[in-house]
């Protein structure tokens, strides 16, 4: 099982890759600014059985970088 970080997961295009590599069983993190959309998202594919977490991070900020960086492969 691979572990696969999609920025802007919670929706458009990657929301659909958060969706594809989820389903073929792979581990997904899902960063993204929008809460609630991507705490939806990850509970919904829990839900399904899939490996997922959130993790709330704005990228266009050096502390955004620096959380995803450190934290997002613990």
Known sequence: M?????TG???GIGRALVEQYAQA???VTIIDRD???AQ????????QGHSAA??????R??????LVTVGSLD
């Open 2 to 6: 691979a572990h696969v970080l999609i």
């Open 9 to 11: 997961g919670a929706d």
């Open 25 to 27: 069983g792979n581990h």
């Open 35 to 37: 809460v609630a959309r």
């Open 40 to 47: 939806a998202l990850c509970q919904s594919l829990q839900a």
């Open 54 to 59: 959130f993790v709330h991070a704005d990228l």
């Open 61 to 66: 900020t050096a502390d955004g970088i620096d």
